[in-house]
């Protein structure tokens, strides 16, 4: 009983095989060139190249050993053995990959020229920023640091002029700079407004008392303090003279803050202690 009979690969002509075996070097090329990259200089690889001879003899000796289930138009190696014609095997297998050269494509060539144009454009470009740039920068930051420390000088003297009055100084205007002149005599100047918080108001009593205290020197002032609490605690003031008529004790005691207090308070518990009764 015989075995299973396979097809063969049939093939139109020698070419096609021959393309197979260019594509399949190429692709172990590419593979090779992947794990050893090319040195930027022009000295061999010894490795890379022992590499490349063991990957080509086992290319080959794969096609040659996959010859006998090939046919091309129609013939095999076994039937060209037999009648005596050759089978072209080495010259398809001592085929290597060919250089290829696409036309020449006029569109491709201008947009390539076009893409090289506006990377020199932007190379350009990004020079003179760098050249530029940091000079414009420090520019600006300075404007922006006078006009603020002017705008600040403004509103100390516009709070100073309002309190005490504007003083014109020449000596001041001539060796101050001439922004800081412009801006003091045209600039335009924030109003100064006074927070009504601020404003102590004291309740004096009557007008007397708010005219002595702020007129009054100080030692008044002071000696006036001390004597109106004197008064409070029921002692007897220098300068002040005693009623003739009522005792001294008893007039010192019905001055006394802290004895009407007291008799106020006593009053009181003994209003309670009747209610409970």
Do not use: C
């Not at 061999?44 to 046919?71: G, N, Y």
């Amino acid at each position: 009983m015989q075995g299973p009979h396979h097809r063969k690969i049939e093939l139109q002509s020698t070419a096609d095989l021959s393309y197979l075996y260019a594509n399949t070097v190429a692709l172990s090329r590419q593979k090779l060139d992947l794990h050893f990259p090319p040195s930027a200089t022009n000295d061999a690889d010894p490795m890379k190249e022992r590499v490349r001879e063991l990957v080509d003899e086992f290319i080959t000796k794969t096609f040659t050993s996959a010859t006998s289930s090939i046919s091309i138009n129609g013939l095999d190696s076994s039937t060209s053995s037999a009648s005596g014609a050759s089978f072209p095997l080495h010259s398809f297998l001592s085929a290597r990959e060919a250089i290829e050269y696409e036309p020449f494509d006029a569109n491709l060539a201008s947009r390539v020229t076009a893409l090289y144009a506006q990377l020199e454009s932007l190379t350009t470009t990004v020079a003179q920023m760098r050249r530029d740039a940091p000079g414009r920068a420090a520019k600006v930051l300075g404007e922006e640091l006078e006009k603020a420390l002017v705008d600040d000088e403004d509103e100390v003297d516009d709070g100073e002029e309002e309190e005490e009055g504007d003083i014109e100084m020449k000596d001041a205007d001539a060796d101050a700079p001439a922004a800081e002149q412009h801006t003091r005599r045209h600039g335009k100047k924030k109003p100064y407004k006074r927070d009504p918080s601020w404003n102590l108001t004291i309740p004096f009593g009557n007008e007397a008392e708010q005219q002595r205290w702020q007129d009054g020197e100080m030692s008044d002032v002071y000696a006036d303090a001390l004597r109106t609490l004197a008064r409070l605690q029921g002692e007897v003031v220098s300068g002040e003279e005693e009623d003739e008529e009522g005792d001294g004790d008893e007039g010192t005691s019905s001055r006394a803050l802290a004895t009407t207090v007291g008799k106020v308070d006593r009053a009181r518990r003994a209003a309670e202690v009747v209610e409970k009764m």
